[in-house]
């Protein structure tokens, strides 16, 4: 359909999870931008962490936000979440949780401007397949020792 830019088995992964992609598409017809939406539950696929976005029958977790280069400093961000935000109102969700790598600021400022707030925090340090999780609410720290445990982070407005 659209060249979205990550892997193939990313997407096809995505797409089995349920998660659902929103896309912004330029006058040429090709993909500008986009933004992931899982519903209920979100299994990161950077870490190993699963979190679920609260209240659950209201929230939706966004994730992979992607503007093609071009368009990074025109309206088209602002554009993209008016899109997405509306289409999340036709599902009755009336809020966002996303996790967002502190040290991007660029991400942390926009995110600021649309009105977002800091609902909680997460650290992860890799080696291997161990993974140690710390985290500002419940379940505070985890020790992984496997690549197939994964800890459980609920996250957002309860």
Request: overall charge positive.
């Amino acid at each position: 359909i659209f060249d979205i830019p990550r892997p193939p088995e990313v997407i096809k992964w995505r797409i089995e999870q349920g998660y659902r992609c929103i896309g912004a598409i330029d006058k040429d017809n090709r993909l500008a931008g986009c933004v992931w939406l899982a519903f209920n539950h979100y299994c990161e696929d950077e870490i190993r962490c699963d979190f679920f976005p609260l209240p659950a029958d209201r929230s939706a977790w966004d994730f992979d936000v992607w503007v093609e280069p071009n368009y990074r400093m025109g309206r088209l961000f602002l554009r993209l979440w008016q899109h997405t935000y509306a289409f999340l109102n036709t599902h009755t969700i009336e809020h966002s949780v996303s996790r967002i790598n502190g040290y991007n600021q660029q991400s942390v400022l926009s995110h600021q401007r649309l009105g977002a707030k800091t609902c909680g925090w997460a650290s992860f340090l890799v080696c291997g397949h161990w993974q140690l999780s710390i985290f500002s609410r419940s379940p505070f720290i985890n020790l992984s020792l496997s690549k197939t445990h994964r800890p459980s982070l609920r996250i957002g407005d309860t």
